[in-house]
């Protein structure tokens, strides 16, 4: 009985964890929409979207900053992964930068990345065959 309980305990734990980390990026679609930006062989689409006010933190990052989250998706429109969780900015500050698709980068990884001396260009790049665990965690709904 006493096992139960500390195991029902470590289970909420996580459970609050994943959703302060992950609920103000997990929701996306038309009514969070920013902006979107397609390769130039049409390839790859990706699309900024809001950041989702689930959080204190995420609250203050939606109204005060306009701070948004990129979703990498293919020409199918299927879902390859998305920006960190943990890193924010608004779409001005992304998208004034040079952006790279998957087929632009040189090198052997194919990946979404931003041309920037900021620091949050590492928290915006998307891996699209060794993806991110949040991208794994994703995933498995999208």
Request: proline share 4%; glycine share 6%.
């Amino acid at each position: 009985m006493r096992k139960n309980k500390k195991l029902n305990f470590l289970l909420c734990i996580l459970i609050f964890i994943l959703w302060v980390i992950l609920s103000p990026t997990a929701f996306f679609g038309n009514f969070n929409q920013a902006h979107e930006q397609t390769s130039e062989d049409g390839m790859y689409r990706i699309v900024a979207y809001y950041v989702l006010p689930t959080t204190p933190v995420s609250f203050f990052q939606w109204v005060f900053n306009g701070d948004v989250f990129l979703v990498l998706y293919d020409k199918h429109n299927n879902y390859l992964g998305q920006s960190s969780p943990f890193g924010f900015s608004d779409q001005f500050d992304i998208f004034g930068n040079a952006i790279f698709f998957p087929d632009d980068a040189d090198g052997n990884e194919k990946s979404f990345s931003i041309n920037g001396v900021n620091d949050f260009t590492e928290g915006y790049t998307i891996p699209v065959e060794h993806k991110k665990w949040w991208s794994i965690f994703y995933s498995l709904f999208y």
